[in-house]
């Protein structure tokens, strides 16, 4: 059964950096793409970034420039870098990973369980 486990979450200063992990347990064949969301509570989940296997890759306009996403194959897992922080950053944050099981076959969604990230002096 695949699952997906985030870390690299916490508290950190206004300015600051984290960089958020999502690892893919389970039998894979490849990670095919990469997505991070966040939420507010009481607010809709935001899109923030997206990378393909490939190495396209799709930034929210409010994280252009200071996110980065990254894929590792090897290591099956997927990881937002995040700089300059800004207090408005705070919220619960998801990955989606979309993994193809077996060659050829079609691939599936995963999501992560979330994990909080605050940004506070």
């Known amino acids: 059964q695949v699952q997906l486990v985030e870390s690299g979450g916490g508290l950190v200063q206004p300015g600051g950096s984290l960089r958020l992990s999502c690892a893919v347990s389970g039998k894979i064949y490849n990670i095919v793409a990469v997505n991070w969301y966040r939420q507010v509570p009481g607010e809709q989940r935001e899109f923030l970034a997206a990378r393909t296997s490939g190495g396209g890759t799709n930034y929210a306009a409010s994280v252009r420039d200071r996110f980065g996403i990254y894929i590792d194959n090897a290591e099956k897992t997927g990881s937002l870098r995040m700089d300059n922080l800004y207090p408005e950053d705070t919220a619960v944050y998801f990955c989606?990973?979309?993994?193809?099981?077996?060659?050829?076959?079609?691939?599936?969604?995963?999501w992560g369980q979330g994990i909080q990230v605050t940004v506070s002096s």
């Open positions: 989606k990973v979309v993994v193809r099981k077996y060659p050829g076959r079609q691939s599936e969604d995963y």
